[in-house]
């Protein structure tokens, strides 16, 4: 399991008193996914907000140019 999705299993008191080894495999898996994905889709959106950033500095740039 990767180091970011164990620590926010950990940060959301899903791993404490033992909450997570009650769980079967099947609720386990999913909720990785869901960690998975839920990162997959916040990198996606800073992604797409720097590049945006970036349009809009060189926007300035060329308006501080002409």
Do not use: P
């Not at 164990?6 to 996914?33: M, P, V």
């Not at 990198?43 to 950033?53: G, N, P, Q, S």
């Amino acid at each position: 399991m990767n180091e970011l999705i164990e620590h926010c299993l950990y940060e959301s008191g899903l791993t404490a008193d033992g909450c997570w080894d009650e769980l079967d495999d099947y609720a386990k898996e999913a909720i990785e996914r869901f960690a998975r994905l839920l990162v997959q889709e916040c990198l996606a959106e800073k992604e797409e907000r720097e590049i945006a950033l970036q349009e809009l500095a060189d926007q300035e740039q060329e308006l501080n140019l002409e």
